[in-house]
Every structure is written in structure tokens, then in C-alpha cells.
């Protein structure tokens, strides 16, 4: 399936390990770096949405669905 420049967004509830949701604020933090009172503005749902997009997209996910195995 060719890649479409449509998106939309959608919520999806997925499983990821304690550890990985971890290094994902962890990380998270560190790019954004703490304000003047040591406080973090991060939002680690939209972190976790752009990392999984951006993995779906890297690693063929529209051709991952095409593929009726995957169903099974």
C-alpha cells in the first residue's frame, strides 16, 4: 500500500512495559529540561504518540496491514 499523505489521529490504548514508559519521561525530561523552579513541562502522552507514529511509520506499517496473516 503506497504511503498517503492523509492522516488522521486516533486513541488507542496499547501495552508497553514499566521500564520503557520509564525511559520515555525519563528522556522526555531531559530534552525538555526543568524551568527556573525545577519544575518539568512535559507531556509524556504526546511524547509516546509521536514515538509510536514515527515507529509504525519507519517500520512499514501500512504494509504490516495489508498482510492478513497479521491478523491471526
Known amino acids: 500500500m503506497p504511503e498517503s ?4 489521529t486516533i486513541h488507542a490504548t496499547i501495552e508497553i512495559g514499566v ?3 520509564q525511559t520515555i519521561v525519563q528522556n522526555a525530561k ?6 527556573e523552579k525545577g ?3 512535559v507531556d509524556t ?3 509516546v504518540n ?3 507514529s ?14 492478513l496473516e497479521n491478523y491471526k
Open 5 to 8: 499523505q492523509d492522516k488522521i
Open 19 to 21: 521500564v520503557t514508559l
Open 30 to 35: 531531559k530534552l525538555a529540561g526543568a524551568d
Open 39 to 41: 519544575r518539568y513541562r
Open 45 to 47: 502522552a504526546e511524547t
Open 50 to 52: 509521536h514515538l509510536v
Open 54 to 67: 514515527s515507529f509504525l511509520s519507519a517500520h512499514g506499517f501500512d504494509e504490516y496491514v495489508d498482510n
